[in-house]
Every structure is written in structure tokens, then in C-alpha cells.
């Protein structure tokens, strides 16, 4: 008998194992259906030689994203469509610029996104169109090369050759024979001032030797005045802490005078009214005692007797 075979359950179990192998897939794959990135579209006027699908896209040099698709753009064959999806969260600006950067001597090109100031919004789909459009640069290749272009094409290279004659006509103009004279004039002076260097070596060597001795002394009178400056400093502080300090007394001791005056100001005021008129008039009297005893003595020392006998009468005269 055949066996009996669950067909459901069979079923069943190879539509999950196959649902399972496209999750997985779609992970490893970080596809859009996950929706990690955004996408996001470039236009090149230049060769994107080196570029590949699946190419890096960095910004500021993090990768941030990759190259989904590279296509010429149906409506100008002139440029390069570029699909880019790069990570959702990226600040891609209105002033985003992406750029076309080879890696050294391997020719392997990635997009990387310069730009995008914190003040600019964000860039966003214009109307028409399925994706936002990155703004292009022209990368360093494509700046050397136009640059040549310009300077090997006929216009400029007619510019280059009439600009290098005008180069050998000023030369040949600056070295005509009065330049020449001139320089060989000049170099005449200096060969002269050389040998009279030369002359005078062992002098200058002197003078050097004189001037090092003289920097070494400066330096030692530096080292000198680092020593005692110091101290002189702090002397000076001294005198001055102390000249304060007798400021200080002497501000004090005058305001004890100012005070003991103006206490002692009505005792003044009325010594000066009053005792001073009687003691002149005392020093008067006193004057005229002196005065008057100075005139009994000179009598008494004249004629002592007369402190007894008092004083002789006057003689009378004649015919009194």
C-alpha cells in the first residue's frame, strides 16, 4: 500500500521555508523593503570610469550609502544617471553637493557628499520628478583636465606662446649692455666688501668674542639683579609699611591737638580777653617798680646814710 502523505502540512512547510529564505535574503540585502534607505538621485556631466554598482557613497567621508543603479540619462546622453540610496536619517540638504572621488592608483571611484549646512532644509522631491536630485560637483580629474584642455587648446595656447615672448622680450630688455655693466659692477662691489671681510676676519672674530663676553656679563648683572632686587623690594615695602604707620601717628596725634583745641577754645578765647589786658598792665607796673628801685639803689648806693638820715637838704645858693 502507498504511504499516505500529508500533502498541507508539506505544503505548508515549503511555503515558510521559502518566506524564511526571502526575509533572510532581503536582510542581507538591506533593500528598500526594509526601509533603511532613502533614495535619491544624481546627474553627472562627467566620465564615471571606476564607478559600479554597489559603489560606496559616503559623506564627509562615513559611508552612508550605496550606488543602486547607472544609467545614461535618456533625455541629455551628455550625462550620467546615478540612483543612490543611502541611509534614512542622513542630512541630506538643499545644499548636499555630491562629488566623484577616485581612490588612488586602484581607479576605484565612490560618490561622496560635501555641503549640507545645519541653517539649509532638507532636500526634498521636486514636482515631476520620483526621487529628490542631489546637486553635482566636477571632481578633481575632471578640474585638472579641463584646465589642460584649456591651456593646450589653440586659444590657449596662442596666449601662452604671446605671453612667453613678452617673458623673453622683458629679459632680453634687462639685460641689455647697461644692465650687464651694471651687474658686473655689482658683482665687483661684493667681491670687493668679501675680501675686505676676509681682511678683516680676526677683527670682526674680536669683536664677536667681545660681544659674547659682554652678553655673558649682561647675563650675570640679570642674574644678579634677580638675586637682589627681591630683597631690595622687600626693604623698600618696610620703609614704606613704616612711613605709613607714622603717617597714621601723625594723622592721629593731630587730630588729638585739633580736638584738645577745640576743647581748651573757650578758656583761650576768654584768657585772651581778659587776663591778657591785666597781665600787660601788671608787666607796665611792674616796669615802673623796677624803674623806681633801680633809682633807690643807685641813691642808697650813693648815699648809704641817708637810708638813716635821710637825705641831705640842698645846698642854697649864693644870695638865697
Not at 532581503?26 to 570610469?49: C, H, M, N, P, Q
Not at 559600479?52 to 547607472?70: A, W
Not at 623698600?236 to 583745641?261: D, F, G, P, W
Not at 607796665?284 to 623806681?292: F, M, N, P, Q, V
Request: glycine letters at 8%; hydrophobic letters at 40%.
Amino acid at each position: 500500500m502507498e504511504p499516505k502523505v500529508n500533502y498541507i502540512l508539506v505544503g505548508s512547510f515549503v511555503a515558510i521555508l521559502g518566506a524564511v529564505l526571502l526575509i533572510g535574503l532581503l536582510w542581507l540585502g538591506k533593500t528598500d523593503y526594509r526601509g533603511i534607505y532613502d533614495r535619491y538621485e544624481a546627474y553627472f556631466r562627467e566620465s564615471v570610469a571606476g564607478l559600479s554598482v554597489d559603489s560606496t557613497v559616503k559623506y564627509r567621508g562615513v559611508d552612508v550609502g550605496r550606488v543602486k543603479s547607472i544609467t545614461l540619462n535618456p533625455d541629455n546622453p551628455e550625462e550620467v544617471k546615478l540612483t543612490l540610496d543611502i541611509a534614512s536619517g542622513t542630512p541630506v540638504k538643499t545644499d548636499t553637493i555630491a562629488v566623484l572621488v577616485t581612490q588612488g592608483l586602484t581607479g576605484l571611484a565612490t560618490i561622496n557628499l560635501t555641503g549640507g549646512s545645519r541653517e539649509a532644509p532638507r532636500l526634498e522631491v521636486s514636482e515631476g520628478q520620483p526621487y529628490p536630485i542631489i546637486k553635482t560637483g566636477p571632481s578633481l580629474f575632471f578640474r585638472l583636465d579641463e584646465a589642460i584642455s584649456r591651456l593646450l587648446s589653440e586659444k590657449g595656447l596662442s596666449k601662452l606662446l604671446a605671453d612667453l615672448d613678452v617673458a623673453a622680450k622683458g629679459a632680453a630688455d634687462a639685460l641689455d649692455e647697461e644692465n650687464r655693466t651694471a651687474l658686473k659692477r655689482t658683482i665687483t662691489d661684493l667681491s670687493e666688501v668679501v675680501h675686505s671681510v676676509a681682511a678683516h676676519r680676526a677683527q670682526i672674530e674680536a669683536g664677536l668674542n667681545g660681544a659674547a663676553q659682554s652678553a655673558d656679563n649682561l647675563v650675570k648683572v640679570t642674574a644678579a639683579l634677580n638675586e637682589q632686587v627681591p630683597v631690595m623690594l622687600a626693604r623698600i615695602n618696610k620703609s614704606a609699611a613704616a612711613l605709613n604707620a607714622m603717617t597714621e601717628e601723625l594723622a592721629q596725634t593731630s587730630k588729638t591737638v585739633r580736638s584738645a583745641v577745640n576743647d581748651s577754645r573757650p578758656e583761650l578765647e576768654q584768657f585772651s580777653r581778659k587776663t591778657l589786658p591785666e597781665a600787660g598792665l601788671l608787666v607796665i607796673e611792674l616796669r615802673e617798680l623796677a624803674t623806681t628801685l633801680t633809682r633807690v639803689a643807685r641813691d642808697l648806693e650813693r648815699e648809704p646814710e641817708s637810708l638813716l638820715f635821710g637825705r641831705k637838704p640842698v645846698p642854697r645858693g649864693p644870695g638865697e
